[in-house]
């Protein structure tokens, strides 16, 4: 199975900074990795698929990068409603896995 | 608009069964796969099973092969997940999600979950 992991595994951070989520897989996965954010008590939602792909609705200040095994999530100037958990995914092969998970909280 | 909307949830024993239902609507439900994705209180997610759009593939999950079933039924935009010989650790929120392909894919579209239980 390919082990998906993230860090740091949480993060404290103000409005409007810019805050940088990696990713890493245990092996290459070309650029098949998605991005979700997590809110509490809420289903998870779709922002970057294909490691570098914005989905539709999402704001700009969102971008992914990375391909191989090494992958980042940055948000360019977080906002309030940005304060979440964030998972990476790989849907190269199956088992499809999923990172564990950073929780953004505020400072 | 796209909306998934789970059912079939509850408290149910160690061994018991349990079906899940997931019905989906504003998008041409036999053209999509479609996975079950839990998550166990306070933990992260957790991919379950898929199915192919036409249903004639599927995959598991380890922790799951051989008790659970995904199954759909297209005449009625319908998802299914037969849950047998449940465990405690089986205790979460399942979600349904649309694929837009199971390999090369992502999950766009969620379900609302529903809660599975498993205790004596």
């Known amino acids: 199975d390919i082990q998906m992991t993230q860090s740091p595994s949480s993060l404290s951070a103000s409005v409007g900074d810019r805050v940088t989520i990696t990713c890493r897989a245990s092996?290459?996965?070309?650029?098949?990795l998605n991005w979700y954010q997590q809110k509490p008590g809420k289903a998870p939602k779709l922002l970057i698929y294909?490691?570098?792909s914005l989905q539709s609705g999402v704001p700009s200040r969102f971008s992914g990068s990375g391909s191989g095994t090494d992958f980042t999530l940055t948000i360019s100037s977080l906002q309030p409603e940005d304060f979440a958990t964030y998972y990476c995914q790989q849907s190269f092969t199956t088992p499809l896995t999923f990172g564990g998970g950073i929780k953004v909280e505020i400072k | 608009e796209v909306q998934l909307l789970e059912s079939g949830g509850g408290l149910v024993q160690p061994g018991g069964s349990l079906r899940l239902s997931c019905a989906g609507t504003g998008f041409t439900f036999s053209r999509y796969a479609m996975s079950w994705v839990r998550q166990a209180p306070g933990k992260g997610l957790e991919w379950v099973s898929a199915?192919?759009?036409?249903?004639?593939?599927?995959y598991y999950a380890d922790s799951v092969k051989g008790r659970f079933t995904i199954s759909r039924d297209n005449s009625k935009n319908t998802l299914y997940l037969q849950m047998n010989s449940l465990r405690a650790e089986d205790t979460a929120v399942y979600y349904c999600a649309k694929n837009l392909a199971i390999y090369g894919g992502y999950f766009d579209y969620w379900g609302q979950g529903t809660l599975v239980t498993v205790s004596s």
């Open positions: 092996q290459s996965i070309s650029n098949y």
């Open positions: 199915i192919s759009g036409s249903g004639d593939s599927t």
């Open positions: 294909a490691a570098s």
